[in-house]
């Protein structure tokens, strides 16, 4: 069956860096568009950063434009998210999803909080 698995998460202090990772399995992974999103209490689900099939192409929300780095290999099956300079509002729940077409999947989620 599909598996979509995060870790990485924790408790920073504000400016500390983190490493997200997720591995994938039970689809072809390199097949699949991947994505982090992230999820603060109260809020909507938002994407984060996403990376195409064979990584050739990267797409950042603005909020972490310069201080997130996400990458993929194929022959590992898994896809990070290097997250450096982190602030107080990058406090959420983060999702690994993997996309292609109308095939949608989710990961179940990592907790990040940033606080000193």
């Known amino acids: 069956q599909v598996q979509l698995v995060e870790s990485g998460g924790g408790l920073v202090q504000p400016g500390g860096s983190l490493r997200l990772s997720c591995a994938a399995s039970?689809?072809?992974?390199?097949?699949?568009?991947m994505s982090w999103y992230r999820q603060a209490p109260g809020k909507e689900r938002d994407l984060v950063a996403s990376?195409?099939?064979?990584?050739?192409?990267?797409n950042y929300a603005d909020s972490v434009k310069g201080r997130f780095i996400i990458s993929r290999d194929n022959a590992k099956n898994t896809v990070d998210l290097q997250m450096n300079s982190l602030k107080p509002e990058d406090t959420a729940v983060y999702y690994c999803?993997?996309?292609?077409?109308?095939?949608?999947?989710w990961g179940q989620g990592t907790q990040v909080t940033v606080s000193s």
């Open positions: 999803n993997a996309k292609r077409s109308a095939w949608i999947y």
């Open positions: 039970g689809f072809t992974f390199n097949n699949y568009a």
């Open positions: 990376i195409t099939n064979f990584g050739g192409s990267t």
